[in-house]
């Protein structure tokens, strides 16, 4: 929960074909998904220090970004922003990056955490993993410094939003425009 304690558990699925990642525990009087953000308690005070604060998908993700010293980070747990998780996120940090996975489900839930956080007045920075990664897999393949780039250089939401229109558009062909 947002003190540390135990209220559920997450296991990653490895080596299937099986589309769910994921298997999490039910949802509970003490374990709603919606009211809480992995690594929270963990994550405020380097939040605080960094004025920023990144969000990921899963729990793995922010191991991996622990693992290199990246500690100002959370877990939206694989599931979409909720307006409570939005306002507690905006008790961190008014600087949000959003880093989810680089593949089309990662592009919906950048959209729509970033609808959410726009309805309480934060307008996030974003940053978009190439080749469909994620971050856990992007700092494996390409390293720390790599990453420490996008984070040092997020887009804007809005530049973010015009490019994934770019790719949508064909620009020669004018009733496309």
């Known amino acids: 929960d ?13 080596n299937t074909k099986d589309s769910s990642k994921y298997v999490n525990s039910k949802e509970s009087d003490v374990f709603k998904k919606g ?55 905006k008790k961190l940090s008014t600087n949000i990056i ?4 680089g593949d089309s489900a ?3 839930a950048t959209l729509a955490c970033s609808k959410e956080l726009n309805e309480i007045g934060i307008y996030p920075n974003v940053i978009r993993l190439p080749e469909n990664l994620d971050p856990d897999e992007f700092i494996k393949k390409y390293g720390v410094d790599n990453f420490n780039n996008y984070i040092e250089n997020p887009k804007s939401l ?19 425009v």
């Open 2 to 14: 947002l003190e540390g304690r135990v209220v559920g558990f997450s296991g990653r699925i490895y």
């Open 35 to 89: 009211l809480l953000l992995y690594n929270y308690h963990r994550a405020k005070e380097e939040c605080r220090k960094k004025k920023s604060v990144i969000i990921v998908e899963g729990f793995m993700d922010v191991i991996a970004l622990y693992m290199v010293g990246i500690y100002n980070v959370v877990a939206s747990m694989g599931t979409a922003i909720t307006k409570e998780q939005a306002k507690l996120l």
């Open 98 to 101: 959003l880093c989810f996975d």
């Open 106 to 108: 990662g592009n919906k």
């Open 158 to 176: 809005l530049d973010y939003k015009i490019d994934e229109y770019k790719k949508e558009t064909n620009f020669s062909d004018s009733e496309d």
